[in-house]
């Protein structure tokens, strides 16, 4: 069988490489593909986006089977595209692929359910986002200072009404009158302004836990878990007004913010059997003891004693099945990869996301990890099979460690060449896997000098071994070989304290 695996980071290098391994696979090609796909597998320059591009090579070429790495195709409708050419094709349709391409859905869905999740509001404008934030409590007792001519103490339950009460104080023709200052209480502290607008800044800096989310698809980066009013109503504004996800924020959503260790369990399922896959643990944010701003994610290890066979068996209950049932209930059945990303509070596991597709570089270990033959459970899930295979794995821990660009996730240089990867082929148990690589159009001395930088996170160094610890100092022991100019990762993944906390 020849298969066409559609994507171009790490997460799609594993997918290749695994699918390789398959007795039954002839061949395997990668739209467009990465440096990594390019040795590995075959590369095709076709970019995701172009779903009929890629119908007609998997026409063409005679593709068995096609797997969607990325959630935009799939929340384009690729799988129906497919579906409606009589080819075989691993993800979701367009309908159930909502799920992750709208966070409205999923969360509606999950009310449905009754899948334990945040409390939430869905907004269709910025005003009434805006009202509603102000509306949250904030317990202040206003007063007026100096010459005012108004004598008052205002207990405001919420900032709109400090805000307003700050205005009353702070009238201009109150003004007229030198010396009016407002007093602001807050827990038996008292503060003094002489200006409006430093009055209604310490109103809009008070502590509330909200976390904002665009509605749509915005590439990781829609969510703002806010400290206090002024980045809610900042997050409102770009979302809303500025619009820098487009579309996507045309619906907001006002959540609550819960608190706890997070992780997320992925399964495999073709609408009716589910499959849970072994833990897997990620780390979004940039630096060492999850400091800095978060990332597509900066490393990964399996298994995660984070989940225990008790804690897997309820997400799996109050999660998962109840999710596919719904789904099916709504007529969009579900068949794919469903990844529950979850926050573990002290009243159990409440979800915080889904994606409807291969986290990335959580597939990076759990390749590394499966023992069974990959195409054989794609395809039961793309046939409605499922309950007809079982899934094999490697008992054996592993680890990734994400080697990325100088200066992301912020702007970063592309094109610096990658050294020494060839050595690292050559060490046991490790696997490096690429996410923004490419091959040099002209030719330079050797393999390695072809290869460049083509993005962010870079590289995706992995290993497997007896012990995690043994997992974690193969993969540092390949990282540290790797060259290029700006490089860096984190020097904690896996390490002791986060496989007891969480990443
Ligand atoms: P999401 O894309 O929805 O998973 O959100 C990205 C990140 O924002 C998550 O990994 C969490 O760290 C954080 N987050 C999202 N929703 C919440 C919430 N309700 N409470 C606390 N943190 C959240
Ligand atoms: N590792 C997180 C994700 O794939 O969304």
Known sequence: MKVL???????EHALCWKLKQSPRVSAVFCAPGNAGTAL?????????????????????????????????????????????????????????????????FAKDLMRQAGIPTADYRVFRSAPDAEHYALSREVALTIRSRGRSTIRHT?????????????????????????????????RGQRRVFSSTAEARDFVLGRPVSLVLKADGLAAGKGVFVCDNLRQALEAIDQIMVRRIFGQAGDRLLIEERLDGRETSVLAITDGRTIIPLESSQDYKRAFDHDEGPNTGGMGAFSPTPMMTPDLMEQVEREVLVPAIH????????????LYA????????????????????????????????????????????????????WDPRPSVTVVIAAEGYPGHYERERPIQNLEAVEKLPDTKVFHAGTMLRAEAGPGRDARIVTDGGRVLNVTAIGDTIEQAQARAYEAARMIRFPGAWYRRDIAGRSSRSEGG
């Open 5 to 11: 695996v559609v994507g171009k980071g790490g997460r």
């Open 341 to 392: 990303g979850l926050m573990l509070t002290n009243q159990g596991p409440k979800v915080l996301e889904f994606n409807v597709r291969f986290g990335d570089p959580e597939t990076q270990v759990l390749m590394m990890r499966l023992k069974s033959d990959l195409v054989d459970l794609l395809e039961a899930t793309a046939d409605e099979q499922l309950d007809r295979v079982a899934i094999e």
């Open 40 to 104: 590995d597998v075959q590369n095709i320059a076709i970019e995701p986006g172009d779903t009929r591009g890629l119908v007609q090579f998997a026409r063409k070429e005679g593709i068995g089977l096609t797997v969607i790495g990325p959630e935009e195709p799939l929340n384009r409708g690729i799988v129906d595209l497919f579906q409606r050419e009589g080819l075989k094709v691993f993800g979701p349709r367009k309908e159930a692929a909502e799920l992750e391409g709208s966070k409205v």
């Open 326 to 337: 719904a789904l099916k209930r709504a007529r969009r059945p579900f068949r794919g990869v």
């Open 154 to 186: 205002l207990h405001c339950r919420t900032a709109s009404e400090a805000i307003e009460a700050i205005d009353r104080i702070m009238d201009p023709r109150e003004m007229l009158s030198p010396g009016v200052q407002v007093e602001i209480e807050e």
